[in-house]
T-cell receptor, first 113, second 116 residues
């Protein structure tokens, strides 16, 4: 089963508004990453936040991490129609035979112009 | 940035036939690549980890004989769906770890497989 769970599952906002997506996970992590996927395409890496970081910014993106609550949020400010996509969080799961990324269920964001 | 390509982008095949999907790292060497499967409006499910020069490591529940993975070189991994059935229709995506100590995975654009 997927470690990460995201809410909301779908989010529809007007252009210019902010969009907030949340992710929860179950095990301890070294880092948490956010990816974006346009419909029918591969994933694009957005931002990585390490377990010892609480907040990180990249352009219009702001990610927070609360390891005590095992949760993270992705905020997109001043959204644009081009931000319409699915957004996934992913955690790095360590295994004896190699790490793997475990993805959350994703949030489908629709930004209306 | 690192680029990963997949070929073909779309394929339609008949039940019972086999289909090969290629994943290439274009500007870096990838000792490890990953194959994912994604159903419509769902998340990515890791199928297997492909290691150059050795056997792939499959996730629980993934049939090794059904999904053959070969990682013959540092820039190429292939996934062959053998004796395909309509339920194998899905979006298949490969990825590779970034270079150095990067935790970022670089993803291919995906392959849409439709089995009729």
């Amino acid at each position: 089963s997927q470690q990460g769970e995201e809410d909301p599952q779908a989010l529809s906002i007007q252009e210019g508004e902010n969009a907030t997506m949340n992710c929860s996970y179950k095990t301890s992590i070294n880092n948490l990453q956010w990816y974006r996927q346009n419909s029918g395409r591969g994933l694009v890496h957005l931002i990585l936040i390490r377990s010892n970081e609480r907040e990180k910014h990249s352009g219009r993106l702001r990610v927070t991490l609360d390891t005590s609550k095992k949760s993270s949020s992705l905020l997109i400010t001043a959204s644009r129609a081009a931000d319409t996509a699915s957004y996934f969080c992913a955690t790095d799961l360590k295994r004896s035979y190699g790490n793997k990324l475990v993805f959350g269920a994703g949030t489908i964001l629709r930004v209306k112009s | 940035g690192a680029v990963v390509s997949q070929h073909p982008s779309r394929v339609i095949c008949k039940s019972g036939t086999s289909v090969k999907i290629e994943c290439r790292s274009l500007d870096f060497q990838a000792t490890t690549m990953f194959w994912y499967r994604q159903f419509p409006k769902q998340s990515l499910m890791l199928m297997a980890t492909s290691n150059e020069g050795s056997k792939a490591t499959y996730e629980q529940g993934v049939e090794k004989d059904k999904f053959l993975i070969n990682h013959a070189s540092l820039t190429l991994s292939t996934l062959t769906v053998t004796s395909a059935h309509p339920e194998d229709s899905s979006f298949y995506i490969c990825s590779a770890w970034g270079q150095g100590d990067s935790y970022e995975q670089y993803f291919g654009p995906g392959t849409r497989l439709t089995v009729t």
